[in-house]
């Protein structure tokens, strides 16, 4: 533990993932002590690194997990947390924010299903509960299962504890064989102030807000410590089914009332947008009296099968949308500004504040994004509030959006001291001192140092072994940290030659460095074995491009299935041109600025050579086909071209997609079936030139069996 940093040196990221890696630490510990007897670490490590903890959860609450360490007691049942695969994943809502963007969504739904403005097209609104949501799992009637959402694919077990909650019932009568009621549970204010002040008394640990109270309990790892706690649930939803519930939203809620669950009795079915906006400004009136915490209104589609014909993007459903209250805010004075630099080079402003309670959390770090914001304009060079520019020293106001990082909404130029200068951003990088550069038409500075510079390789080293990139257990961003300052660690390949080089039987071993043992060591190079073995999607997410996020990682996978092929289409599109450019291009989600990002990263010698090292070390596995058996055009590339005439454009494309098809705009060799409706022209003559599938509507729909 002696090469700590102090505490206020963390900066955001690194306090987020060294909580992590404490929370593994600590929850490895406990497993060890409580479950096998067996425990690795003395008493006195096991306290160090638990105050650790607590120091870093003081000094940045915002950042305190779910699963913080500090509110786990005693030992895991070992059924408790284990994973669970959700047979239907658990999705997450688009948002909305103002009743335009509400509006859009539904002349958006209209437009997929190819229905006028004038058309029925009921929508069901109920309040958005802030709590956390559960899969329940009933067989017969009976509760076999509960479950987080985790990462909405796998969650954690939690049936022991959801067995504790009233609202949960344990036979229901009247269900399918198979039902998985989906709903959140939540802790009411009257019970979280009674919890806080208990918790006081017994100088236990207090919570921030129901949320986190709610969360700390479910997640307790003894579930009488649940039962204590009062915690109710909603239900809303549903996944997997072994028949259908209802013909619509709101006769599935009713169904699952009549079978004892609560439903929320301020669900009203809507009729026209208008109505949504009346309910949601209802909902919002009674928000302060309704004895729980809720932060928007949730909209659905009324009618199942309307649903089913919208389908999914990847993360969240068409039919359906959150509609947020607006943010709290608060005011507070702005100590000072710190410039991280990240993985790309860019520099980033954060606020460092006086702390401040913003709804339930208290904040003392907020991002002020660039140079720009600072000064008061957005992106395109207009003003934000008003041209005020944020200066240290200034009052300022601070709100929290959903779980994201606090931002500035503005300053209170009344209280500015009467010295106070304009904000000078830095020139040159503060970690190597290289130029700090802004390209024309671009926000950001960006350290010109690369890979010289300490920052950015050491932020690219822990993106890559980051929970949804490589994921090595053992090898967080510390560990790393430190490899990389003893220049064991240069590039993510040296992670894969870490055993040949530092191993068993190797001049300089793993095990004799601070912090490290025989065993943990050994560990660490089993699990890094274990990951040579890996998904396509996340080698691409982990290398760390620019704009290529986890979901743009995943299309592309999707898109070009192995890595030879991605590969070899990086290559082949380099000068921003051609057939592999056009394919790139035409990936729905692909726009121009990533496609460009991600064939220039390819183009650089030294990148693409540090990508060939480590591929080198490699397994790399073809991307999972979605779960189309028996799809007749699974993997085939399809044009729609023409006026389709049974559906609309939007939708023909969801469904050819959910079949497991790729869409694309343009047609080449590479097209299998161009679909050809009324006033089709150019395309449909390439496609017959190049001697492709050319299918008409009726033709196509009697191939996807529809
Ligand atoms: S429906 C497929 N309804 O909000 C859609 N979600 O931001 C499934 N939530 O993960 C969700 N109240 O935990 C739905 N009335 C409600 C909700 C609700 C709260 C949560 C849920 C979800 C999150 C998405």
Not at 104 to 111: A, L, N, P, V
Not at 175 to 195: I, K, N, Q, T, W
Not at 329 to 354: C, F, K
Not at 377 to 383: F, K, M, N, P
Request: glycine share 8%; aromatic share 6%; charged share 30%.
């Amino acid at each position: 533990m002696s090469d700590l940093r102090p505490v206020e040196e963390l900066s955001l990221d690194e306090a987020a993932e060294e909580l992590r890696s404490l929370a593994e630490r600590l929850g490895e510990a406990n497993r060890d002590y409580h479950q096998k007897d067996a425990p690795r670490i003395a008493d006195a490590e096991y306290d160090a690194l638990k105050r650790r903890n607590a120091e870093i959860e003081t000094r940045y609450p915002e950042l305190r997990r779910a699963d913080s360490p500090s509110e786990q007691v005693g030992a895991a049942p070992s059924e408790a947390f284990a994973k669970v695969r959700h047979v239907v994943p658990m999705l997450s809502l688009a948002n909305a924010f103002e009743d335009a963007e509400v509006i859009d969504f539904d002349s958006r739904i209209r437009r997929f299903l190819g229905l006028s403005a004038e058309e029925p097209l009921a929508f069901t609104a109920e309040p958005k509960i802030d709590g956390l949501s559960l899969s329940l799992r009933y067989e017969k009637g009976v509760l076999v299962q509960a479950a987080t959402r985790g990462d909405g694919e796998t969650g954690e077990n939690v049936t022991a504890n959801a067995r504790t909650i009233d609202d949960i019932p344990e036979r229901i009568a009247g269900a399918p064989d198979v039902l998985e009621v989906r709903g959140e549970a939540y802790m009411s204010h009257a019970d979280f102030a009674a919890l806080n002040a208990r918790q006081a008394e017994t100088r236990g640990k207090t919570f921030a807000n129901p949320r986190n109270a709610a969360a700390g309990s479910l997640r307790q790892l003894d579930p009488k410590i649940t039962a204590g706690r009062p915690l109710h649930y909603f239900a809303y939803a549903w996944g997997a089914l072994s028949e259908p519930l209802a013909a619509t939203q709101t006769e599935a809620i009713a169904r699952l009332g009549a079978m004892g669950f609560q439903v929320n009795p301020l669900m009203r079915r809507c009729e026209h947008v208008e109505d949504m906006l009346a309910q949601y400004r209802a909902i919002e009136a009674q928000r302060a009296t309704l004895g729980y915490d809720i932060d928007g209104v949730v909209y659905k589609l009324d009618r199942l099968d309307l649903q089913a014909r919208l389908g999914f993007r990847s993360t969240t459903p068409r039919w359906a949308i959150a509609h947020k209250f607006p943010a709290e805010v608060a005011s507070t004075l702005l100590e000072g500004i710190d410039i991280q630099v990240g993985r790309t080079g860019a520099l980033s402003p954060v606020a460092r504040l006086t702390p401040v309670t913003v709804g339930g959390v208290v904040v003392s770090n907020a991002t002020l994004h660039n140079e720009d914001y600072i000064k008061g304009l957005d992106s395109h060079g207009h003003e934000i509030r008003g041209g005020r520019d944020i200066r240290i020293g200034d009052w300022v106001r601070v709100y929290r959006a959903g779980d994201v990082i606090p931002k500035v909404e503005d300053v209170d130029l009344s209280r500015r001291p009467a010295d106070s200068v304009p904000y000078e951003f830095p020139r040159t990088c503060p970690i190597c001192g290289s130029d700090a550069i802004r390209e024309e038409g671009e926000a950001v500075h960006r350290c010109a140092g690369g890979l010289i510079c300490p920052a950015q390789a050491v932020e690219k080293l822990r993106h890559f072994v980051s929970r949804n990139a490589f994921d090595i257990e053992g090898l967080g961003a510390k560990q790393v940290e430190a490899l990389f300052a003893d220049d064991w660690i240069r590039e993510p390949a040296d992670i894969f030659t870490l055993r040949a080089r530092y191993g068993p039987g190797q001049p300089l071993q793993l095990r004799n460095r601070e912090g490290w043992g025989a065993k943990s060591a050994e560990n660490v190079l089993n699990a890094i074995d274990e990951r040579r073995r890996i998904a396509i999607n996340r080698v691409i997410f982990g290398l760390g491009i620019r704009h290529v996020g986890e979901t743009g990682a995943m299309l592309l996978a999707r898109a070009y299935g192995s890595w030879d092929r991605f590969r070899e289409a990086m290559e082949a599109a380099r000068s921003h041109e051609g057939p592999e450019w056009e394919e790139l291009n035409a990936i729905d989600g692909v726009g121009p600025v990533f496609a460009a990002a991600l064939v220039d990263y390819f183009h650089e010698p030294a990148a693409r050579a540090a990508v060939d090292r480590l591929v080198r070390e490699l397994d790399i596995q073809d991307v999972e086909a979605p779960r189309t058996e028996g799809s007749p055009v699974a993997g085939k590339t399809v044009v729609f071209t023409g006026t389709l005439e049974r559906m609309t454009r939007a939708e023909a494309k969801a469904r050819a997609e959910a079949l497991g098809a790729k869409v694309a705009g343009s047609v080449s060799a590479k097209t299998d079936i161009v679909v050809v409706g009324p006033g089709a022209g150019s395309k449909e003559k390439k496609a017959r030139e190049l001697g492709l599938n050319v299918l008409d509507e009726d033709q196509w729909l009697a191939l996807i069996g529809s």
